[in-house]
């Protein structure tokens, strides 16, 4: 018999399963009108059942077998533009879009799970409703009954100054405080009443009085572009380059209102929420509760409670780190980036997309503009600049006149030890904070090595301490009693006393991380209050508890990491010192240079933003490195010009495309060969292209050979284009189900650490 050509109605359907393709089922007549992109479907999967997405519907022939989709989930569905913009995702970064979409779905309620008798792999909260919470109210009545009660009147005083307060907010400032307020409820000072328990914890403090500054000239033009460019509904990219305490976020600010006034969404995407608790307070200030903010301490119920009000368009501005990207947004119209050149919008797991580069992507893909902002650009949007594929905003100078500081190089080859003897405190920059210390001013030292002392060395026989499961050094921190830490594992043991080759016990502590600077510094200026801020002592809440007691004038000295670096608005911070500018500069990777001049820029634009002058001290052995010689000058378009040389001269990116395919096994030599075979791969696709066009590098070992016992190897593919960079990745990707189960390989598209 004649085959038969006949063409039947389809869904393209996410399963839950590491491939990179999307499944297709036939839609029975039944269910017909009821399928479509972003919905849930319960279907077949050899003999077992199972939830997936459908990413798209279409007519066309069925393929072998194909089978029947079973039925359609109730609950909630993706906007189908987010679908296509995930399966689009998907693609550029081969990536399984079955993982893809799980980046995109609202949380899994535990209670709606358990509901759904057939295992959902998709789970999707139904609607939950809203907790409600117990609050109070200060009434009009006159205390005159509490005198003598110390705790009920500065308890009413407090409630008093925010109008009203949740009692859970209460009990935490003052400690058992519910039988005081049911004494003040029944003498008709306080009234109860219920209320939807605040959203999150950057909403548990009042709204601060916004008093929206008159824009500058700069600001103003930098508006007007970025309005006009909203009402034509073209897609467009913009680079706004302004230097540090330029007032970008006010541009962000006039912008989400010309969008609100369109009655289109905002996604801002800001490199760590936790870190920003201060733009968050502005944003809120001029928006009230039409924005979410999406951060890591939301538990599943908030999460999914602004995931819903975001699809739904009740709230329409979305903020929040790299994740964000997939906020269900409503009618989405700009995409901002705040710092768009912070590694942090990388993701280094799982699915390694961009945030940045992806949200010129979703923007444009929904008619809408996107916003690159930064003080030091990143080479690729540069670039995109330089090519018109964005257009560049400029706000020289800073918004409230002050000059930039002024930044001076402290060569540390002709520089000895200051007064405590610590080469790394060299004499300048001692009496550089002697002298902030006062006049009561306020100083950020920026030193990016966490822990006490970052080796840890047996003097006799001259070895290291190294992670028993990675090759790397372990690092001495001295809270928790002594404890040598590794910074790739979570391996940590209490501190040698003897070395295990030579058993000699003349074990030295070498070089300087926060910990010690933070405790020579209290030393060597015992009035001062010293603070770090760093991931040991820092993470979500505790980060705006430390820039809390900062911006209250409770810290004297601020020690920390980059984290320090970030856009914190500190007027009364005039010195800041960086202890060693060279660090960023030693590590192996073409982006080095931009890195360290970008740290410099930021860390040095933390001061002077109020009405004394700041001053920049930065200590390093590389004075004449281009890095540094210009971030003195706070010549960001000399360094560009510089840099981009440079690149274009090696071929490196923006000027070429990479690809870096990562092996690892518990079997060192099954990982070589995978390499070795993938490499192999590459280079056939390599000769075909023709000479130049894709290159490919290794296999080699990585950088950090072993990390968790796992031995790890590596190929790099560079090409001129993106189309050439695809069709050797591609063929990459095609091989990996004849590789051996126990290695695992990653293919990571334009990477950002080549660690
Ligand atoms: P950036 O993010 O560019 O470093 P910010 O947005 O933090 O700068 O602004 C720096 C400071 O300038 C903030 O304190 C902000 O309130 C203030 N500012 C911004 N725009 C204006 C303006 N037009 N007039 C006065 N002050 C402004
Ligand atoms: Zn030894
Ligand atoms: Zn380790």
Known sequence: MEEQHCTAHLADVALPVPLAKAFTYLVPESLAN????????????????????????????????????????????????????????????????GEVVRLALPPTDRDAERAVSTPTLFPIAKGIAPRKIQW?????????????????????????????MPISKLEAQFGGARATIKRLVSQGL????????????????????????????????????????????????FLLHGVTGSGKTEVYLRAIACAKELRRGTIMLVPEIALTPQLVGRFRARFGDDVAVLHSAL??????????????????VAIGARSALFAPVANLGLVLVDEEHDPS?????????????????????????????????????EQLARLGKAHKLSLPNRAREQPMPSVEIIDLRSMGSGPTGNPKLSLPLHRAIEESLSKQEQIILFLNRRGFAPSIRCESCGKLASCPQCSVALTFHKSRGGTMQCHWCDYAAKVIAQCPTCLSNRIALEGLGTEKLEETLSLAFPKARV????????????????????????VDILVGTQMVAKGHDLPHVTLVGVINADAALSIPDFRASERAFQLLVQVAGRAGRGEAKGRVLVQTYNPEHHAIAFAVHHDTSGFLERELKDRRELSYPPFSRMALVRVDSLDEAAAKNAAAELAKVARAVACKEGHGALD????????????????????????????????????????????????????????????
């Open 696 to 755: 490919v590098r290794g296999p080699a070992v990585a950088p950090i050979a072993k990390v968790r016992n796992r031995f790890r190897f590596r190929v790099m593919l560079k090409a001129i284009s993106r189309e050439r960079l695809r069709q050797g990745a591609l063929a990459m990707h095609a091989t990996l189900g004849q590789l051996p189960r126990t290695v695992r390989v990653t293919i990571d598209v334009d990477p950002v650490s080549l660690l």
């Open 136 to 164: 109070v109210l200060a009434t009009a009545a006159i205390e005159s009954q509490i005198q003598g009660q110390a705790k009920a009147a500065s308890l009413l005083a407090t409630v008093r100054a925010h109008g009203e």
């Open 34 to 97: 009821a399928v479509g992109p972003g919905c849930r479907v319960l279907c077949t999967l050899g003999a077992r059942r199972t939830v997936g997405l459908v990413i798209s519907v279409r007519e066309g022939e069925p393929p072998h077998g194909a089978k029947p989709l079973l039925e359609v989930m109730a609950g909630i569905a993706l906007p189908a533009d987010l679908v296509s913009f995930l399966a689009r995702l998907a693609s550029y970064y081969l990536a399984p879009i």
């Open 299 to 316: 538990t599943p119920r908030e999460r999914f409670d602004m995931w819903r009000k975001l699809a739904s368009g009740e709230v329409n």
């Open 531 to 554: 603070a770090r801020l760093d991931r040991d002592v820092a993470s979500g809440k505790n980060i705006e508890k430390v820039l809390a007691r900062v911006r209250a004038r409770e």
């Open 190 to 237: 306080l009234e109860l009443f219920e209320k939807e328990a605040p959203r999150d914890p950057f909403f548990a403090d009042p709204i601060a009085k916004d008093c929206p500054p008159e824009p500058t000239k700069a600001q103003r033009e930098a508006i007007a572009v970025l309005e006009s460019a909203l009402a034509s509904t073209k897609p467009s990219t």
């Open 345 to 381: 919008f990388k993701q280094e797991e799982g699915v390694r997309y961009h945030a940045r580069d992806m949200s010129i992507l979703r923007a444009h893909m929904q008619g809408g503009i996107c916003v690159l902002g930064s003080a030091t650009p990143s080479l690729e949007a």
